[in-house]
């Protein structure tokens, strides 16, 4: 079972609505992650988190607005979408520097998801 | 650009083992082959990570090459539940990472 928690786990907006979807982890982890995945694809990395500090914006239209209010929660706010941004969106974390060790690699681990519907 | 490459599709018996190769020839001396799936409609789950030694865990077992430029992910007994994509990706240890997914191989389980 993840221990990141996604919500909404469903959204259906308009295309001038403004929304969000939340993100959450008690794993201690410091480095938190956005991304993206359309039908038949692979996900896609949009943000990067690390000790609550955007670290990497993967040219991310800015429709899409990522916030890290503190180093358990994640948002990504979401303004002005097109139809071709219904996708599912996922949250991930891991730990980060200070905390590795050689034999614990830097595991990634992913929320079920936001099925996002833009009409 | 993903830096791993493996076959779009397999198909596995249930109850046999299902054996997963993954091609990272351009794998560099600090960077982990980690090992994630995803069942329809869920989010990726991690399965196991190796750096090069040969590594097992309840899920499953990784075998890596002695050059490190390929590896095998073997599930000993797959189950119909087993039916999932399956990434191989190859990242570094250090600080925030940055995953980066190829297609995968779409496993099929038949009973």
């Known amino acids: 079972d993840t221990e990141v928690t996604q919500t909404p786990k469903h959204l259906v907006m308009g295309m001038t609505n403004k929304k969000s979807l939340k993100c959450e982890q008690h794993m201690g982890h410091r480095a938190m992650y956005w991304y993206k995945q359309k039908a038949k694809k692979p996900p896609e990395l949009m943000f990067v988190y690390s000790y609550e500090k955007l670290s990497i914006n993967e040219s991310v239209p800015s429709r899409f607005s990522p916030e890290c209010p503190n180093s358990s929660l994640l948002n990504l706010h979401l303004h002005a979408l097109q139809p071709e941004d219904s996708a599912l969106y996922l949250c991930?974390?891991?730990?980060?520097?200070?905390?590795?060790?050689?034999?614990?690699?830097?595991?990634?681990?992913f929320g079920e998801g936001s099925w996002l519907t833009v009409v | 650009d993903a830096k791993t490459t493996q076959p779009p599709s397999m198909d596995c018996a249930e109850g046999r083992a299902a054996n997963l190769p993954c091609n990272h020839s351009?794998?560099?001396?600090?960077?982990?082959v980690y090992w994630y799936r995803q069942i329809h409609s869920q989010g990726p789950q991690y399965i196991i990570h190796?750096?090069?030694n040969n590594e097992t865990n309840e899920m499953a077992s990784l075998i890596i090459t002695e050059d490190r430029k390929s590896s095998t992910l073997i599930l000993p007994h797959a189950t119909l539940r087993d039916t999932a994509v399956y990434y191989c990706?190859?990242?570094?240890?250090?600080?925030?990472?940055?995953?980066?997914f190829g297609q995968g191989t779409r496993l099929t389980i038949n009973p």
């Open positions: 991930a974390s891991s730990q980060d520097r200070g905390r590795i060790t050689p034999d614990s690699g830097n595991t990634i681990y």
């Open positions: 190796g750096l090069k």
């Open positions: 351009t794998i560099s001396g600090n960077e982990y």
């Open positions: 990706i190859s990242a570094g240890i250090q600080g925030a990472q940055k995953l980066v």
